[in-house]
């Protein structure tokens, strides 16, 4: 798959605006701030593809980038940011809900970022649950792994494996969009959803 090779599609701020899937999509979630479009950046090799901002709460819309007319990248907005008013945060938990809760979308993966340097939170393991719960495959990915040193990278490990529901049978990737940790390792599941299926004997 050629990572350079991607292009912004479209972004939308209401679920009914969100056409049907043409490709598979692989989306992107987490709480405010914790860093999906540096993630996506460093993923396509791009410095400034997904906007990036130190304001939390800055991505409010679906936004969707065609990666080698292969498969489709969404990043959802952030989840959790306390200043913002009600309305916004009713609108945006209505965009991620309706999009994940469509039935019809061909939703190969969700990526789950939490921040490696901190528990899970609340919302970060209702949000785990709910992809439990409706059988959305997902993986997640602990992001500014370079921001700690190996003995609390090695505790951090251990723990988010009892904090997140099912932990321990997760895929738990560390990740840097500073190092590059884990860009290959992402990009290899990437390919291996968007492969074509071969017929088995």
């Known amino acids: 798959m050629n990572y350079h090779n ?44 997904a906007r990036v901002s130190a304001v939390p709460g800055k991505t409010a819309t679906v936004n969707f ?4 007319g292969k498969i489709h990248l969404v990043d959802l907005p952030g989840y959790g940011y306390a200043k913002v008013a009600k309305s916004e945060k009713f609108r945006w938990a209505e965009l991620i809900e309706g999009y994940l809760n469509d039935p019809n979308r061909d939703l190969g993966l969700v990526v789950l970022l939490v ?58 990737l560390p990740f840097s969009s500073e190092t590059g940790e884990g860009v290959e390792q992402l990009r290899s599941i990437l390919e291996e959803i968007s492969a074509p299926d071969e017929d088995t004997e």
């Open 6 to 49: 991607v292009s912004f599609l479209a972004s939308y701020g209401l679920s009914r605006q969100i056409p049907p899937s043409s490709r598979l999509e692989v989306a992107f979630a987490g709480r405010s701030n914790v860093g999906k479009s540096s993630l996506i950046n460093r993923l396509l090799g791009r410095k400034a593809l």
């Open 65 to 68: 980038y065609d990666l080698d």
């Open 115 to 172: 921040d490696m340097r901190h528990p899970a939170t609340n919302l970060d393991c209702d949000m785990a649950n709910y992809l439990i719960e409706t059988g959305r495959p997902f993986i997640v990915v602990l992001t500014k792994a370079d921001k700690l040193k190996k003995t609390e990278r090695e505790k951090r490990l251990a723990a988010i494996a009892d904090e997140l529901p099912c932990g321990d049978q997760l895929t738990i």
